[in-house]
């Protein structure tokens, strides 16, 4: 007994000594043990901490890949390229355990992007982007950014025929830049094509440069987080109701309530996720794509080319986005206009922009021409004159090319401008009306559609369906200011409920 | 000794408003000065993004046999990296590209990238010869040959051969023309190119430049 309490006593002392000199105790009371988050967390709670976990596996098992990856394009003596031998032989065949870690690698890439998209679900279905959240959204959408980035350098990595055409797709849509599209590409590049010094760049990228911005961004997306509170499923501030000791009457102590519960979670996913590694690590052709498993060859496209499944929504929208698209897309942006334009009669300067945004887009679209179908104004005026500056022709506007990109980008940037785009006076959709309800589920399905037809070869059909998948994706983010108002909300309770 | 006196007075008066001109001066200087050389520092981060020297050298012509290839056969070829094709076109392949011109961007090939030896339709220094960079001109994959003709080419009735980019489905026909309303903007880049003899095709260099 006495010996016993002599230890706790010692380890009492220690633990003042290092409070003394590091606010340890402070940190874990601020953050953990008195961090008071609403007692009505559900299922869709649990991303937020499984999306912590899944960094974790990434970086641990990126660490221990490392150790054996050779990011090296040159032949080896069988004439395999040496980073694909590595990979492919070396990894997957000869390190002890090799294969399974590379799975975990593989796998943990798109469960990142499940659970992600998933924890932006949750953010869209209760209002989490919503004052005074924003800057908690907008880490996120840098984290979310970050990812993507990680995903797309990680993928040249093995050296495959997907990660060599893809990567070749992706750094050439720099090109559709006007001006200095060309020579940017070859500044990503490092070279004119995809080469070696493309893969050592991108290994630099996936290895240290991103990871370091992720985890700035995952420091800053929690500070924020603990900073103003989490939300919950009924969307009202816990913070508004306290006891007399300043505690939120609705919130339990982060840890230990909320911890078992994410650990309850935690063990749910690590079962699904050890299944799919020891039975499905392809994940159909999906995690891994069966392309990937020949070298890269510089001189054949593979007959279909596709990317992972986690950025063919995207990627639909680009090869949605031809010259006979863009007059549907100028039509979407001018009726945005004037909506905007009708509803900003105070704001000279608002109506100044929607007069000069569809102008601006029209002639980056068609040019001088009428809708892109006809020759340029200038041609028949004074056929024979040029009007080309830089490389851009003025009488024809941009190219399709470029717009494509632009979409890509753009709409995935869409996500960051929520917190302004949603003007119901409600935040969660417990409480929201049909209007909205209903548009988000057109969203979620445009995005599955979207989704699937990016992995597909291009079709007539698959064309036709993405175009119009494209605008409802675009018409949830445009039309959300007016939808949202107009929407028929339910009244909002003072205090959480739950059962 | 008076002046002197006053500028200490000066001094002590900044220092009440906790401002220092003299010292702000320096302050600014050194940080503008430091502000420069931080930017010249950063050059070389910039620049070693650049295609270095042995990238930028790895680009010499290349000679080509036409010898070996048989009527409507196609080869490819590495150049700086890229495919080239080499097509030796029928003469009714070549009679079939005028039928294209209506359904074409650039029929003649006046917005398009190639050497001025290899404009108008069928983009070649001898019809027969075709040499093409396979490499589409919307995102950089490369095409592949489809030169069946109509229903049998899976490129629908009015096929009169050409190429199909597998990623995101852009149609050229054999002079490497797009059609409207494809994701790639302009034509295939011809790369310069010259006939050493009637049998030998040089890639990657004028008959000029010799």
Same mark, same amino acid.
């Given at each position: 007994?006495?010996?016993?309490?002599?230890?706790?006593?010692?380890?009492?002392?220690?633990?003042?000594?290092?409070?003394e000199?590091?606010?340890?105790?402070?940190?874990?009371?601020?953050?953990v043990?008195?961090?008071?988050?609403?007692?009505?967390?559900?299922?869709?709670?649990?991303?937020?901490?499984?999306?912590?976990?899944?960094?974790?596996?990434?970086?641990?098992?990126?660490?221990?890949?490392?150790?054996?990856?050779?990011?090296?394009?040159?032949?080896?003596?069988?004439?395999?390229?040496?980073?694909?031998?590595?990979?492919?032989?070396t990894?997957?065949?000869?390190?002890?355990?090799?294969?399974?870690?590379?799975?975990?690698?593989?796998?943990?890439?798109?469960? &990142?992007?499940?659970?992600?998209?998933?924890?932006?679900?949750?953010?869209?279905?209760?209002?989490s982007?919503?004052?005074?959240?924003?800057?908690?959204?907008?880490?996120?959408?840098?984290?979310?950014?970050? *990812?993507?980035?990680?995903?797309?350098?990680?993928?040249?990595?093995?050296?495959?025929?997907?990660?060599?055409?893809?990567?070749?797709?992706?750094?050439?849509?720099?090109?559709?830049?006007?001006?200095?599209?060309?020579?940017?590409?070859?500044?990503?590049r490092?070279?004119?094509?995809?080469?070696?010094?493309?893969?050592?760049?991108?290994?630099a990228?996936?290895?240290?440069?991103?990871?370091?911005?992720?985890?700035?961004?995952?420091?800053?997306?929690?500070?924020?987080?603990?900073?103003?509170?989490?939300?919950?499923?009924?969307?009202?501030?816990?913070?508004?109701?306290?006891?007399?000791?300043?505690?939120?009457?609705?919130?339990?102590?982060?840890?230990?309530?909320?911890?078992?519960?994410?650990?309850?979670?935690?063990?749910? &996913?690590?079962?699904?996720?050890?299944?799919?590694?020891?039975?499905?690590?392809?994940?159909?052709?999906?995690?891994?794509?069966?392309?990937?498993?020949?070298?890269?060859?510089?001189?054949k496209?593979?007959?279909?080319?596709?990317?992972?499944?986690?950025?063919?929504?995207?990627y639909?929208? *680009?090869?949605?986005?031809?010259?006979d698209?863009?007059?549907?897309?100028?039509?979407f942006?001018?009726?945005?206009?004037?909506?905007?334009?009708?509803?900003?009669?105070?704001?000279?300067?608002?109506r100044?922009?929607?007069?000069?945004?569809?102008?601006?887009?029209y002639?980056?679209?068609?040019?001088?021409?009428?809708f892109?179908?006809?020759?340029?104004?200038?041609? *028949?005026?004074?056929?024979?004159?040029?009007?080309t500056?830089?490389?851009?022709?003025?009488?024809?506007?941009?190219?399709?090319?470029?717009?494509?990109?632009?979409?890509?980008?753009?709409?995935?940037?869409?996500?960051? *401008?929520?917190?302004?785009?949603? %003007?119901?006076?409600?935040?969660?959709?417990?409480?929201?009306?049909?209007?909205?309800?209903?548009?988000?589920?057109?969203?979620?399905?445009?995005?599955?559609?979207?989704?699937? &037809?990016?992995?597909?070869?291009?079709?007539?059909?698959?064309?036709?369906?993405?175009?119009?998948?494209?605008?409802?994706?675009?018409?949830?983010?445009?039309?959300?200011?007016?939808?949202?108002?107009?929407?028929?909300?339910k009244?909002?309770?003072? %205090?959480?409920?739950?059962? | 000794?008076?002046?002197? $006196?006053?500028?200490?007075?000066?001094g002590?008066?900044?220092?009440?408003?906790?401002?220092?001109?003299?010292?702000r001066?320096?302050?600014?200087a050194?940080?503008?000065?430091?502000?420069?050389?931080?930017?010249?520092?950063?050059?070389?981060?910039?620049?070693?993004?650049?295609?270095?020297?042995?990238?930028?050298?790895?680009?010499?012509?290349?000679e080509?046999?036409?010898?070996?290839?048989?009527?409507?056969?196609?080869?490819?070829?590495?150049w700086?990296?890229?495919?080239?094709?080499?097509?030796?076109r029928?003469?009714?392949?070549?009679?079939?590209?005028?039928?294209?011109?209506?359904?074409?961007?650039?029929?003649?090939?006046?917005?398009?990238?190639?050497?001025?030896?290899a $404009?108008?339709?069928?983009?070649?220094?001898?019809?027969?010869?075709?040499?093409?960079?396979?490499?589409?001109?919307?995102?950089?994959?490369?095409?592949?040959?489809?030169? /069946?003709?109509?229903?049998?080419?899976?490129?629908?009735?009015?096929?009169?051969?050409?190429? /199909?980019?597998?990623?995101?489905?852009?149609?050229?026909?054999?002079?490497?023309?797009?059609?409207?309303?494809?994701?790639?903007?302009?034509?295939?880049?011809?790369?310069?190119?010259?006939?050493?003899?009637?049998?030998?095709?040089?890639?990657?260099?004028?008959?000029?430049?010799?």
């Open positions: 007994m006495n010996c016993c309490k002599t230890v706790t006593d010692k380890a009492q002392q220690a633990l003042a000594w290092v409070d000199r590091f606010p340890l105790s402070f940190l874990w009371k601020s953050h043990s008195e961090y008071y988050a609403p007692k009505n967390f559900n299922f869709w709670y649990l991303f937020g901490s499984l999306a912590l976990l899944v960094l974790v596996i990434q970086i641990v098992t990126g660490i221990f890949l490392v150790m054996n990856y050779k990011p090296d394009a040159s032949l080896n003596l069988a004439g395999v390229p040496v980073a694909f031998a590595s990979v492919e032989s990894i997957m065949r000869d390190v002890w355990g090799g294969k399974y870690i590379r799975y975990m690698h593989s796998t943990g890439a798109s469960a &990142f992007f499940i659970v992600v998209y998933l924890h932006m679900f949750r953010g869209m279905l209760y209002g982007y919503r004052k005074p959240r924003e800057l908690i959204w907008l880490f996120g959408m840098g984290i979310f950014l970050c *990812l993507m980035g990680e995903a797309f350098f990680g993928y040249l990595l093995p050296w495959g025929q997907m990660s060599f055409w893809g990567a070749q797709v992706i750094v050439n849509l720099f090109s559709a830049v006007p001006v200095i599209g060309g020579q940017l590409s070859e500044f990503i490092g070279d004119f094509v995809v080469s070696d010094a493309t893969l050592n760049r991108f290994f990228f996936h290895v240290i440069a991103i990871p370091l911005v992720l985890l700035g961004l995952v420091t800053s997306h929690l500070i924020a987080l603990h900073e103003v509170g989490s939300n919950n499923p009924d969307g009202v501030e816990i913070k508004k109701h306290k006891d007399a000791n300043g505690i939120p009457l609705d919130g339990i102590p982060f840890y230990p309530y909320h911890v078992i519960k994410d650990v309850f979670g935690v063990s749910i &996913f690590l079962i699904v996720f050890a299944a799919v590694i020891f039975f499905a690590p392809e994940g159909g052709g999906y995690f891994l794509e069966f392309n990937n498993f020949f070298p890269a060859d510089a001189l496209t593979p007959p279909h080319i596709a990317p992972v499944w986690y950025f063919t929504p995207y639909s929208m *680009l090869r949605a986005t031809t010259s698209f863009l007059p549907f897309l100028w039509a942006i001018a009726l945005i206009s004037v909506l905007t334009w009708r509803g900003a009669a105070s704001c000279r300067f608002v100044g922009l929607c007069v000069l945004v569809p102008l601006a887009a002639w980056g679209f068609f040019g001088l021409s009428a892109g179908l006809t020759v340029p104004l200038t041609a *028949l005026l004074l056929p024979g004159v040029k009007f500056v830089l490389g851009v022709d003025l009488a024809r506007g941009l190219d399709a090319k470029f717009w494509g990109v632009v979409m890509m980008g753009g709409s995935v940037m869409l996500f960051a *401008l929520l917190p302004w785009l949603d %003007r119901s006076p409600v935040k969660s959709i417990r409480y929201k009306g049909v209007l909205v309800k209903t548009a988000l589920v057109i969203f979620v399905v445009a995005f599955l559609i979207l989704g699937y &037809f990016g992995t597909q070869p291009p079709s007539p059909v698959g064309n036709i369906l993405s175009q119009i998948c494209t605008i409802l994706y675009l018409s949830f983010f445009g039309l959300m200011p007016w939808y949202s108002r107009l929407d028929k909300t009244p909002v309770p003072e %205090r959480l409920t739950w059962k | 000794m008076s002046d002197n $006196k006053e500028n200490a007075s000066n002590e008066s900044c220092c009440a408003c906790s401002l220092d001109p003299e010292r001066a320096l302050l600014a050194t940080a503008g000065v430091g502000a420069i050389v931080g930017l010249g520092v950063a050059a070389p981060f910039v620049g070693s993004f650049l295609p270095s020297e042995r990238a930028k050298a790895a680009g010499a012509p290349v080509y046999d036409l010898s070996k290839l048989a009527p409507g056969q196609m080869d490819t070829i590495e700086q990296g890229k495919p080239v094709w080499i097509v030796r029928t003469p009714e392949m070549v009679a079939a590209l005028k039928k294209n011109d209506a359904n074409l961007v650039d029929p003649n090939s006046e917005r398009s990238e190639q050497p001025e030896y $404009k108008g339709t069928a983009r070649a220094i001898k019809d027969e010869y075709f040499v093409c960079l396979g490499v589409c001109t919307h995102l950089g994959c490369s095409p592949n040959p489809k030169f /069946l003709l109509g229903a049998e080419s899976g490129m629908g009735e009015d096929w009169n051969g050409g190429f /199909l980019c597998p990623c995101h489905g852009s149609r050229f026909d054999l002079a490497g023309r797009v059609f409207k309303s494809m994701p790639a903007p302009v034509n295939l880049v011809i790369p310069p190119h010259s006939y050493l003899s009637d049998t030998r095709l040089l890639i990657g260099k004028d008959s000029k430049e010799s």
